[in-house]
């Protein structure tokens, strides 16, 4: 995977500016395995504003290049002078593997290093220095009664700015400052510069209460929020009652699973029907998992409505365990979600009850699905080491000592090692498993220089440091 940005700098003194984004990024899998393709892309970006920081989040599509991705980043005008930096870059497979880079790890030059563009300077003569006003606020305080069915109710929204109002939302919120907390955003129909009209929409199954408001408003750099008193001061509502029926719990009526079957590229599909009646409310959704005790991961699907209603219908689809995972005994569960932002997960006995087993044993999957793990190690005085957690491959040239102080790479005399067998062997080599590596450091480090460190992928954004099958390592502080 690699990381390229088109501008190393904007000037959005005079208006916004666009940074194009690409990611190469190439599917891996075991020996004898197909790659199942690259599923999805995204990029997070870190920028400054007038208070904090904020992030911007793209996600790519694929180019005319099947290994390149690309997007927009907007740089708006009025934002401060600076630098924007990509803070994370992530990628999923079409069997749901997931890798991300991410600057906040402390391996970070692994996923920066000189062949990654990750930062733009950001120039603008005249920024956004003050916040957004919001001047009115326009939505009736009459009691919402959703006992029969969904409400809507029309909003408006009046903001004022020095530069340019980027944005404003009108929430109402259920529970406010629980673990049920739901919120419920205008939907904006129309806009004429700091003018916003709009409806929000209240559903059924929410249970008696009230919904709290909040009213926000954003420009390049800086954001205004009104709640509670600071609302009602100026004569609008912070609150509305709420009349609603508790929504009930979706049940498992009946589960059924189909013999797994092995496909051509490695993976076993699960058929899996559930009957599932809501209780007198739609079921939003059904899902059905299997999980392997010491895995990194488990597999799902969300299965499709196939006959009767959400009211009380069957569900179907399949498990797709994917070639990489490893042999066992995986236990089944099944996630149900209803109106109201109700679950219900049915496990165990109730998976039995259901006419389901609750363990199914897949035997035919040879993959790995246990991530190495690499630790530093204690080594010899001008030395460093690194050991794992099982046998690797492709230590060098990924692994890079450097200055701790400066990032600089610091020059090697030896680097040798360690098998699984336990024999000590050259690490050009192509063919051992090693489980420790060791560097010598060609000259005295200078105590002003900072402390040796360790760098993965620093001279190059490739290949990566896989165990036997495929799994990237991953790093332990």
């Known amino acids: 995977m ?9 000037d959005v003194t005079a208006k916004s500016a666009t940074v194009g984004v690409h990611v190469h990024v190439v599917d891996l899998a075991a020996a004898g395995v197909t790659p199942s393709g690259v599923r999805s892309v995204k990029v997070s970006v870190d920028f400054r504003l007038r208070s904090g920081s904020a992030t ?3 996600r790519l599509r694929p180019l005319s290049d099947p290994a390149t991705w690309g997007g927009n980043l907007v740089v708006p005008r009025g934002a401060l002078p600076g630098r924007w930096r990509v803070r994370d870059v992530s990628a999923r497979d079409w069997a749901h593997n997931f890798r991300s880079f991410s600057e906040q790890s402390p391996w970070a030059e692994s996923q920066s290093g000189p062949a990654w563009q990750t930062t733009v300077d950001v120039i603008d003569d005249a920024p956004d220095r003050q916040r957004p006003t919001i001047v009115d606020v326009s939505l009736s305080p009459v009691q919402v009664d959703t006992r029969a069915h969904r409400v809507t109710r029309r909003v408006e929204m009046r903001v004022r700015d020095d530069l340019a109002v980027r944005g404003a939302a009108l929430l109402l919120i259920h529970h406010y400052g629980s673990d049920q907390e739901r919120s419920f955003a205008t939907e904006w129909t129309h806009r004429r510069g700091g003018w916003f009209t709009g409806r929000v929409t209240v559903p059924r199954w929410l249970g008696d209460g009230s919904l709290v408001v909040h ?15 600071r609302l009602t001061r100026r004569g609008w509502p912070s609150s509305v009652p709420l009349r609603s029926l508790e929504p009930p719990r979706p049940r498992l009526e009946t589960l059924s699973v189909g013999t797994p079957t092995s496909r051509r590229d490695g993976s076993i599909r699960i058929p899996v029907r559930a009957v599932v009646a809501g209780g007198g409310a739609a079921v939003k959704g059904v899902a059905a998992s299997v999980w392997r005790r010491g895995a990194t991961r488990g597999y ?24 990489c995972a490893g042999p066992g005994v995986y236990t089944l569960t099944v996630d149900l979600r209803g109106q109201g932002g109700v679950r219900r997960e049915v496990r165990g006995d109730s998976i039995r009850a259901a006419g389901a087993p609750q363990r199914i044993a897949l035997r035919d999957l040879a993959g790995d699905d246990t991530y190495p793990r690499a630790f530093g190690a204690e080594a010899p005085e001008n030395s460093l080491a690194v050991e794992f957690s099982e046998g690797v491959r492709d230590v060098l040239p990924a692994l890079t000592p450097v200055s701790s102080s400066t990032g600089d790479p610091l020059a090697v005399a030896t680097a040798t090692c360690t098998t699984v067998d336990g024999a000590v062997v050259s690490c050009e080599t192509d063919e051992a498993l090693v489980r420790r590596v060791v560097f010598v450091l060609a000259d005295p480090l200078d105590a002003d220089e900072g402390w040796p460190a360790m760098a993965l992928n620093r001279l190059v954004p490739v290949p990566q440091i896989t165990d036997a099958g495929g799994n990237p390592v991953e790093f332990v502080e």
């Open 2 to 10: 690699s990381l390229s940005l088109s501008s190393t700098a904007v």
């Open 56 to 58: 911007q989040f793209l």
């Open 300 to 323: 799902s699907d969300a299965l499709t409505l196939q006959g009767g209603s959400r009211a009380a219908g069957s569900w179907r689809g399949a498990i797709v365990v994917s070639p």
């Open 215 to 229: 009213a926000a408003a954003w420009d390049a750099n800086s954001d205004s929020l009104l709640e509670g008193d």
